[in-house]
């Protein structure tokens, strides 16, 4: 580096005083420094947004993931609630109960409701095995169900609407079962033609 552009060993020669002159060697623009942001602003210049650090997201980003956090909690609430309710449903079926059956298949329904108003927050074949097996239990006397009805409901709630990811074939083993039963996934469908 030269000593002329950093100011560096500028003499004082008696009472002549030479004032030191600095020279910026480098320009950062503001555009390029996001990793931090200046507490004050400079006079004169009306800033509207600040920059922010990459990865902290703008408030509009945080209230989605904050909404979809929130989602993803009830989706849990609900199913964890949703598989105590086919358990119950099959106990009820059990102990030969039909009033408890009613009531829990009901409130099955309910819960299969709720799942419903959240259904973006999973893909969309979680989404058409809640559909069908809705379907198969619209407009259903519960108190009526055999004890293989009530299981063929839990089953699909608990190893696929409460399980892992649903694929296609999930889709098509999940109506297989319904039918297998007695429950058809396709009433709904059925229903508008008549």
Known sequence: MNDEFTGDNIGFSGANCSVATWVRNTHLSDARCLAYDVPREKSAVDRAARQMLPGAGR????????????????????????????????????????????????????????????????????????????????????????????????????????????????????RMILRETGLDPWKAVSALGD
Not at 77 to 90: P, Q, V
Not at 119 to 128: L, Q
């Open 59 to 174: 408030p509009k980003d945080r209230m989605r993931a904050d909404a979809e956090r929130e989602d993803r909690y009830a989706l849990r609430e609900h199913l964890a609630r949703t598989k105590d309710l086919a358990a119950r449903l099959i106990d009820s079926c059990g102990r030969a109960e039909p009033m408890e059956q009613a009531i829990a298949g009901s409130e099955l329904s309910d819960e299969l409701q709720a799942l419903w108003s959240l259904r973006g927050v999973r893909e969309e074949e979680w989404a058409e095995v809640l559909n069908f097996l809705q379907s198969a239990l619209a407009q259903e006397e519960f108190e009526r169900f055999r004890a293989s009805q009530c299981e063929a409901v839990r089953r699909v709630v608990v190893d696929h609407l409460a399980g892992g990811a649903v694929d296609p074939e999930d889709v098509i083993h999940v």
